[in-house]
């Protein structure tokens, strides 16, 4: 399966997803959302995105059952893992992450250019 040249951005928090999606469209890149890690699995069956970002802690699959899924199938397609538990001693932390094949580990809150920063460094400008 050839990725395409969209995101996938696989957040259980709605107004989240629609933040990152918004932030990323503006961008210039084409987006793609999940409600959940599960969804997230699924929409691969229609296509491979270009990125993945994805939430840790989420009900069902997690982000970190995401991460692994994926870089099984589709080592190839880089990952940004997003969490608000990341630096604070709770749950899975940033390191973790990026030893389950995460490309990028960004801790919540962040900044909208730091995630298209990040974006920018793995996939490349939307236009190039």
Avoid at 9 to 24: G, Y
Avoid at 38 to 43: R, V
Avoid at 55 to 79: C, N
Avoid at 101 to 128: C, D, H, T, Y
Wanted: glycine share 10%; charged share 20%; aromatic share 4%.
């Amino acid at each position: 399966m050839t990725p395409t040249t969209d995101i996938l951005i696989i957040e259980d928090d709605a107004i989240m997803r629609e933040a990152l999606a918004e932030w990323l469209e503006a961008a210039g890149y084409g987006v793609r959302k999940a409600a959940d890690g599960s969804a997230g699995l699924a929409a691969f069956k229609v296509a491979a995105p270009a990125l993945v970002v994805t939430d840790i802690h989420m009900p069902g699959a997690s982000g970190a059952m995401v991460i692994a899924e994926l870089k099984q199938r589709y080592p190839e397609i880089p990952v940004i893992a997003i969490s608000c538990l990341f630096n604070s001693g709770h749950g899975m932390e940033a390191d973790a992450a990026i030893g389950l094949g995460a490309a990028r580990a960004m801790a919540k809150p962040f900044k909208r250019r730091e995630l298209l920063r990040a974006v920018a460094e793995l996939l490349g400008s939307p236009a190039g």
